[in-house]
């Protein structure tokens, strides 16, 4: 590899390889540059470890000619046999180099370069990749040159691996950082929370259809059964509802206990209240079917559950609120005071969905009136609509 391509390679990383915008712009853009410097490079692989609480990692492969694939893993791979006997898990483990030439008997012991044997592949090189912080992460250096990468060449991956590690630690972090907000204030807030909307008072009003369900006798469960058991059922009760809200374009706001609060906004349907709000009971008809089906064993009962949501259409504020240097990201108004209003009215009533009269008149689709109820804050009773669909049940 001729040094004035090397140090053209490193300049660039050093410059923040400021031409590319993903990971997989940065690892394809570095591959060429690479290739185009004289490095017999065929495939190059790189494993970032993540901070998120399913994934354990992401993966991205360059093949000379093709475009980045990219992957996550989760954390089952860790307790499998090919992870085991993987170069990477070395590497992970213990922070060093591991070469393997293909025409080298010891390479036999990692079953997972048989298919690059294959492939015509003659050596194999997984590096440690240290970011600041002192985790570990991996690249994979794969050539079909005859005899292998040369001496100049493996001096060349160790030149790079310093510079190409700073920048993927920056990408990786906006990354992270991109997950972290996902996980645990939801994508449209994550996005306007890393797009400056950091301060008090960055606020918002949009139309939305707003949801909010708890989970029917949920006091005498926390009460009777162990708390670890509990979480649990919790988290098993919101994957019921999680999976259907995002599924038709609503975010998740917020966890209140068994509580859960989700908008699901209409702008970005370009104003169609009807086309959202069909889409919220969508939602609101299959997360009624997966608690329904939900069983949870608990020494030798299977517990059965049931919810409540209540369904309302409004304009709510949108934004930072809290205290100090604490805040948080969600919705507040007369709409959203409504809904939580209505929610309670469902277990009164025996029912799982219920919906505002402004909900029922947008989306005329199987409701009945169920009567007209007094609101707490609310000057005027409100109309509450049931599902013809729906037999009351009255729990005990």
């Known amino acids: 590899m001729e040094s004035s391509g090397l140090q053209r390679v490193l300049n660039w990383l050093i410059d923040g390889g400021r031409t590319s915008g993903t990971s997989a712009d ?46 996550t ?3 089952e791979i860790l307790q499998t046999p090919e992870f085991a006997r993987s170069p990477l898990r070395i590497v992970f483990e213990q922070g060093i180099e591991v070469r393997s030439r293909m025409d080298d008997p010891d390479s036999r012991r990692f079953p997972f370069l048989d298919d690059m044997r294959a492939e015509g592949v003659t050596d194999y090189i997984a590096m440690p990749m240290p970011f600041l912080d002192g985790s570990i992460h991996a690249t994979s250096w794969v050539t079909r040159r005859p005899g292998g990468f040369g001496d100049d060449d493996i001096a060349s991956i160790r030149m790079i691996m310093a510079p190409l590690a700073r920048v993927s630690e920056i990408v990786s972090l906006r990354r992270t950082a991109e997950m972290l907000l996902d996980t645990y204030v939801g994508n449209r807030a994550g996005a306007r929370i ?18 909010l369900s708890d989970l029917r006798g949920f006091t005498a469960l926390s009460d009777r059964l162990p708390a670890e ?10 994957d019921c509802q999680v999976t259907a809200i995002r599924g038709h374009g609503g975010e998740v706001l917020k966890f209140m206990g068994d509580g859960l609060l989700a908008v699901f906004p209409i702008d ?53 609120i809290g205290g100090g240097n604490r805040l948080d990201f969600t919705c507040i108004g007369p709409a959203v005071n409504l809904a939580a209003r209505l929610e309670k009215i469902t277990g009164r009533l025996g029912r799982t969905v219920v919906a505002s009269e402004g909900f029922a008149n947008v989306c005329r689709e199987g409701w009945h009136a169920l009567g007209e109820f007094p609101i707490a804050g609310f000057s005027k009773a409100q109309r509450v609509y049931g599902l013809a669909e729906e037999t009351p049940v009255v729990m005990a």
């Open 26 to 71: 940065m690892i394809a853009a570095v591959c060429e540059k690479l290739v185009e410097a004289g490095l017999p490079l065929t495939r190059f692989g790189m494993f970032i470890r993540t901070l998120h609480p399913e994934i354990f990692g992401r993966n991205f492969i360059w093949r000379q000619g093709q475009k980045v694939e990219e992957g």
């Open 73 to 75: 893993v989760d954390f």
């Open 194 to 211: 890393l797009g400056g909307q950091i301060r008090r008072g960055h606020n918002d009003t949009m139309q939305a259809a707003i949801w």
């Open 229 to 238: 058991t509990v979480v649990e059922i919790l988290n098993r009760y919101f």
């Open 268 to 320: 970005e349907y370009v104003g169609d209240v009807a086309h959202v709000c069909t889409r919220v009971l969508e939602a609101a008809r299959e997360s009624r079917a997966s608690v329904e089906a939900l069983a949870f064993p608990v020494s030798g009962v299977i517990e059965r559950f049931r919810f409540g949501v209540a369904l309302h259409v409004g304009n709510i504020l949108y934004g930072n």
